[in-house]
Every structure is written in structure tokens, then in C-alpha cells.
């Protein structure tokens, strides 16, 4: 199994489907963020999803901020998987490298390719 992207704007891009989710959301694959999902404040709105507390993170500047943890379930390779999403005041969703682990992730950008594949 597979899951294939595409790039918009240069970003690396894939649609999840999360809990609560009719469709799936797009969000831009960061092998800079360390946990495993960010959304907009106004999608974790739409899902509705279950505050379990607050955290910290890092962002790629270097500025510690302050947010809101959220948890959702999230069909990912075939299975069910509660993983914990991060709320964010930006505009962009992001999918990171905790989700990430145990995959391999080919980007091939010239060609408008991207894959996440089971190791």
C-alpha cells in the first residue's frame, strides 16, 4: 500500500482522512516537524476534536510557542491510528516526522512525484 502526493507550489502535499473528516484535508508533508500532525485551528473547529492539553513546540525560526493538543483518529495504511494533533494559528496543515516513522518517503519533484510507502 501506498500513498501518493503531489506538490503545490512547490510544497510537498498529501490528503489524509481524519475522524470526523467527509473528505480527505490536505496537508504539506514537513520533515522538519517533529510530531506526527498540526491542523488550522479552523479544521480541528470542523472535526470537532477532543482537547487532551496543552504544549510547546519549536518552530523552524527557533521560537517556542505555545498551543493547544488535540486527539484524533486517523485511517493511515489500511488501519486505525489515534494520534495527537497540534492546533496552529497559520493557515497550512502539516503532516510530520512522528507520523512518519517506519515509512519510506520518496520525493521526486521534478516529476511532480511523491510517495509514502511501508518499510
Not at 477532543?50 to 527557533?62: H, K, L, P, R
Not at 488535540?70 to 510530520?96: C, D, E, H, P, Q
Request: charged share 20%; aromatic share 8%.
Amino acid at each position: 500500500m501506498e500513498i501518493e502526493g503531489w506538490f503545490k507550489d512547490g510544497n510537498p502535499m498529501i490528503g489524509i482522512k481524519l475522524q470526523g473528516s467527509e473528505k480527505p484535508i490536505n496537508v504539506l508533508v514537513d520533515s522538519g516537524f517533529n510530531g506526527e500532525l498540526m491542523l488550522t485551528k479552523e479544521n480541528i473547529k470542523k472535526l470537532a476534536l477532543t482537547n487532551i492539553g496543552d504544549d510547546e513546540f519549536i518552530t523552524a525560526s527557533g521560537d517556542v510557542i505555545q498551543t493547544t493538543v488535540y486527539m484524533s483518529l486517523i485511517k493511515w495504511f489500511g488501519t486505525t491510528r489515534k494520534i495527537a494533533v497540534l492546533s496552529t494559528s497559520g493557515n497550512t496543515n502539516l503532516i510530520g516526522m512522528e507520523l512518519l516513522h517506519f515509512y519510506k518517503l520518496e520525493i521526486a519533484r521534478s516529476q511532480n512525484q511523491l510517495v509514502i510507502s511501508r518499510i
